[in-house]
T-cell receptor, first 113, second 115 residues
Framework: TQLLEQSPQFLSIQEGENLTVYCNSSSVFSSLQWYRQEPGEGPVLLVT?????EVKKLKRLTFQFGDARKDSSLHITAAQPGDTGLYLCAGRFIIQGAQKLVFGQGTRLTINP | DVKVTQSSRYLVKRTGEKVFLECVQDMDHENMFWYRQDPGLGLRLIYFSYDVKMKEKGDIPEGYSVSREKKERFSLILESASTNQTSMYLCASSLLQGLIAYEQYFGPGTRLTVT
């Protein structure tokens, strides 16, 4: 069973549309990160959220951390072809007294011109 | 500019061969990690190291070993490669983590095919 569930797994939309990607868990995160990975490259950090209810903006990307720190969302406004990539959430949990970083399965986003 | 480099982008090996994947970081980071990435499964942690000569098992260590003789270098070893180890392998490094979620810096990945 995945500790972190991302949805949708695949999303293909037209340039200019808005979209939201979700990252959910039944456990509380101590923090959550979003990464983007382009073909042939490793993931690159976009944002870290730490406080429940926190909202961070990165140009057209808005990241929200749920009040209970069990979920997060990434909203992209007016998507552009350059937003195409694999978006990964990574939650930090306390498991058996140790901190672990757990990645979701990823959302593969395609923006069509 | 921070950098994590991996020795090969693509590698093809035969079943039973011993495989070495090398990773070097130039950021003086204490932590280094090896993940494998498979479609629909995300990134799964194989091993990590928080100091020279120290190593800890991740979630899927079976069939793998690691070596960290120098701070900047972390090697992943497949003692006897099998076809189910065909995957993308990603190396990452970060500052020593406490309660703060430090950024992990990733290399470009090695796509390993075992035939």
């Amino acid at each position: 069973t995945q500790l972190l569930e991302q949805s949708p797994q695949f999303l293909s939309i037209q340039e200019g549309e808005n979209l939201t990607v979700y990252c959910n868990s039944s456990s509380v995160f101590s923090s959550l990160q979003w990464y983007r990975q382009e073909p042939g490259e490793g993931p690159v950090l976009l944002v870290t959220v730490v406080t429940g209810g926190e909202v961070k903006k990165l140009k057209r990307l808005t990241f929200q951390f749920g009040d209970a720190r069990k979920d997060s969302s990434l909203h992209i406004t007016a998507a552009q072809p350059g937003d195409t990539g694999l978006y990964l959430c990574a939650g930090r949990f306390i498991i058996q007294g140790a901190q672990k970083l757990v990645f979701g399965q990823g959302t593969r986003l395609t923006i069509n011109p | 500019d921070v950098k994590v480099t991996q020795s090969s982008r693509y590698l093809v090996k035969r079943t039973g061969e011993k495989v070495f994947l090398e990773c070097v970081q130039d950021m003086d980071h204490e932590n280094m990690f090896w993940y494998r990435q498979d479609p629909g499964l995300g990134l799964r942690l194989i091993y990590f190291s928080y100091d020279v000569k120290m190593k800890e098992k991740g979630d899927i260590p079976e069939g793998y070993s690691v070596s960290r003789e120098k701070k900047e270098r972390f090697s992943l070893i497949l003692e006897s490669a099998s076809t189910n180890q065909t995957s993308m392998y990603l190396c990452a490094s970060s500052l020593l983590q406490g309660l703060i979620a430090y950024e992990q810096y990733f290399g470009p990945g090695t796509r390993l095919t075992v035939t």
